[in-house]
C-alpha cells in the first residue's frame, strides 16, 4: 500500500549510541517532516525537508540530524542518545509545506533510552 | 501569540452519546484548521479539515466539526459514539499569516463506556 514507511518499530538504545531511524514514502511528497510525540505535549516538530536537498530545523532539533538525498526517503540520526530523547517519532509527508490535504503519517517508532 | 489549544485531555462518553471534542486557537487571521485521529500503536490519520470553503465540514467515521470564526473554536462532534471511536483525537492549525506554522494541539484521549 501506498504510504510512509517507517522502521524500526521498536529500539532500545543505550546512553550515548547512535541510530538511524528510517523514513520512506512512495507517494512523490516533496515536504517530509519527523516529528516527536510525548504524553501531554502534543507533535513536536523535529525537522522537516522541503524536497530533495533542503533541510531545516524544526521546534526541537538538538541531538538530531536529517538528510535529504531522494525525494522519497528521510532518515532520522541521533547523534549521542540521551535518556530526553526516548519518545515515540514520527514521520509525516504532504505534498507541499502548506499541507492543505493534511499530513500522511507512518505508524511510527517507539524509542528507549536507557 | 498564535496557537492551539485542546480543552480536556481525557473525555469519556457512554456508547450511543454524543462526542464533542472542543479545539480553540489564537490568531487574527482564520487558519486552516484539522481533526486527526491516533489508534493505538498507529500513526495519525486525517478525520477531516476546513480550509475556508463550508463551515461545517464532516469527515469519515461520522464524525464532523463546525468553525466558528467569532468563538475561534473547530469543535468535533459526533452524534453517537462507538466503542471503536476510542481512540487519540488532535487538532492542527495551519496559519495562514505570521509564521504560518501547522502546529497540533496536545491531543485528547476519547474514552467510551459500554
Known amino acids: 500500500n501506498a504510504g510512509v514507511t517507517q522502521t524500526p518499530k521498536f529500539q532500545v538504545l543505550k546512553t550515548g549510541q547512535s541510530m538511524t531511524l528510517q523514513c520512506a514514502q512512495d507517494?512523490?511528497?516533496?515536504?517530509m517532516s519527523w516529528y516527536r510525540q510525548d504524553p501531554g505535549m502534543g507533535l513536536r516538530l523535529i525537522h522537516y525537508s522541503v524536497g530533495a536537498g533542503i533541510t531545516d530545523q524544526g521546534e526541537v532539533p538538538n541531538g538530531y540530524n536529517v538528510s535529504r538525498s531522494t525525494t522519497e526517503d528521510f532518515p532520522l540520526r541521533l547523534l549521542s542518545a540521551a535518556p530526553s530523547q526516548t519518545s515515540v517519532y514520527f514521520c509525516?509527508?504532504?505534498?507541499?509545506?502548506?499541507?492543505?490535504?493534511?499530513?500522511?503519517f507512518g505508524s511510527g517508532t517507539r524509542l528507549t533510552v536507557v | 501569540a498564535q496557537s492551539v489549544t485542546q480543552l480536556g485531555s481525557h473525555v469519556s462518553v457512554s456508547e450511543g452519546a454524543l462526542v464533542l471534542l472542543r479545539c480553540n486557537y489564537s490568531?487574527?487571521?482564520?487558519?486552516?484548521l484539522f481533526w486527526y485521529v491516533q489508534y493505538p500503536n498507529q500513526g495519525l490519520q486525517l478525520l477531516l479539515k476546513y480550509t475556508s470553503a463550508a463551515t461545517l465540514v464532516k469527515g469519515i467515521n461520522g464524525f464532523e466539526a463546525e468553525f466558528k470564526k467569532s468563538e475561534t473554536s473547530f469543535h468535533l462532534t459526533k452524534p453517537s459514539a462507538h466503542m471503536s471511536d476510542a481512540a487519540e483525537y488532535f487538532c492542527?492549525?495551519?496559519?495562514?499569516?505570521?509564521?504560518?506554522?501547522?502546529?497540533f494541539g496536545t491531543g485528547t484521549r476519547l474514552k467510551v463506556l459500554a
Open positions: 509525516a509527508s504532504s505534498y507541499s509545506r502548506g499541507a492543505l490535504d493534511g499530513y500522511t
Open positions: 507517494m512523490n511528497h516533496e515536504y
Open positions: 490568531s487574527s487571521v482564520p487558519p486552516y
Open positions: 492542527a492549525v495551519r496559519f495562514t499569516s505570521g509564521t504560518y506554522k501547522y502546529i
